[in-house]
């Protein structure tokens, strides 16, 4: 079946500019999980979901990312007044649920600051 | 809090020869441990995983046993092959806080085996 997917798989902006990266989970996973991979901090957790709702936000890393997801699927990361730090590949997972389940990764969007 | 420590790469071994990388955590609660792999070009792969301590993962050749004495999760192959040249990331989760079962994972180690 169908795997996670992320759109762009590359994306290239100006410094200040705002991005949205999307993510598409499994269907019917309900734990949707946000990370950074980047080569000064490694794969670090930005945020995660359980259905609509983000229990915990403090994974991320400034008040300039927001994540939302509609409708217990879709996600979008929101990355505003982009800086060069920011540049990094943004992984998404989803799993059936927030528990001892596997989770399962998107191929990535790849996000180059100009 | 938590965190993760494995060996920083790369590692280059010849075909056929034994493998180990080493992981080692720590962690408040009582997590589960896992491996990763990343193929070139490839995304992030579940390699194995150990949910409780002297249980072993294993898969595709590879093996790891959840130490708790000494919070290691060493990562084993008896022969590599080319095709196992990767990145691989130790990581853990732990059930409890508001992030549900995050993964917390270790810088990665890329590994190059030789023909």
């Known amino acids: 079946g169908a795997g996670v997917s992320q759109s762009p798989s590359n994306k290239v902006t100006e410094k200040g500019k705002d991005v949205e990266l999307r993510c598409d989970p499994i269907s019917g996973h309900t734990a949707l999980y946000w990370y950074r991979q980047s080569l000064g901090q490694g794969l670090e957790f930005l945020i995660y979901?359980?259905?609509?709702?983000?229990?915990?936000k403090s994974g991320l890393p400034s008040d300039r990312f927001s994540a939302e997801r509609t409708g217990g699927s879709v996600s979008t990361l929101t990355i505003q007044r982009t800086q060069q730090e920011d540049s990094a590949v943004y992984l998404c997972a989803s799993s059936l649920a927030a528990g001892n389940y596997e989770q399962y990764f998107g191929p990535g969007t790849r996000l180059t600051v100009t | 809090g938590n965190s993760v420590t494995q060996m920083e790469g790369p590692v280059t071994l010849s075909e056929e020869a034994f493998l180990t990388i080493n992981c080692t955590y720590t962690?408040?609660?009582?997590?589960?441990l896992f491996w990763y792999v990343q193929y070139p070009g490839e995304g992030l792969q579940l390699l194995l995983k150990a949910t409780k301590a002297d249980d072993k993962g294993s898969n595709k050749g590879f093996e790891a046993t959840y130490r708790k004495e000494t919070t290691s999760f060493h990562l084993e192959k008896g022969s590599v092959q080319v095709s196992d040249s990767a990145v691989y990331f130790c990581?853990?989760?732990?059930?409890?806080?508001?992030?549900?079962?995050?993964?917390?994972f270790g810088g990665g180690t890329r590994l190059m085996v030789k023909p």
């Open positions: 979901f359980q259905g609509n709702s983000a229990p915990d």
């Open positions: 990581a853990l989760s732990d059930p409890g806080g508001n992030a549900g079962n995050m993964l917390t």
């Open positions: 962690a408040t609660g009582y997590p589960s």
